[in-house]
């Protein structure tokens, strides 16, 4: 495997862990699925998850690219940078996603959603 895959395969498995010590079901996804490295539901509410290891990401064309191929997501991003031997983090680790997608999830988790179907209620508006 050669050092980049590594590196991402190392972050997508550390955020999987994180989630499921948060109490929620993760996995990784399968390694041919574009734009989705990690899926996660919480409480009912399935979340396709893009995560990025690296110094700069152009966050709104990640976000849009996997909205467009799964109606709605996340992206991780871990931002890093160049140091003597090794490249190391810059600030804590984000994850971003689309207002819409946001309140949708939220109102669905406090059981706020008018017709059980968050995501097609976000495509609806959309």
Avoid at 56 to 83: C, D, F, M
Avoid at 84 to 109: C, E, N, S
């Amino acid at each position: 495997m050669n050092k980049p895959k590594a590196k991402g395969t190392a972050r997508e498995t550390w955020l999987v862990k994180k989630f499921i010590a948060a109490g929620f079901e993760a996995k990784r996804a399968p390694n041919n699925m574009a734009s989705r490295d990690v899926d996660v539901e919480f409480g009912g509410f399935a979340m396709p998850v893009e995560v990025k290891d690296r110094g700069q990401l152009n966050l709104h064309e990640t976000l849009k690219e996997i909205n467009s191929r799964y109606g709605l997501g996340a992206v991780v991003w871990h931002r890093t940078k160049p140091a003597a031997r090794k490249r190391v983090p810059v600030g804590p680790t984000l994850i971003a996603m689309d207002v819409d997608h946001f309140i949708a999830m939220v109102q669905y988790l406090i059981g706020g959603h008018d017709d059980g179907d968050a995501r097609a209620r976000v495509e609806r508006e959309r």
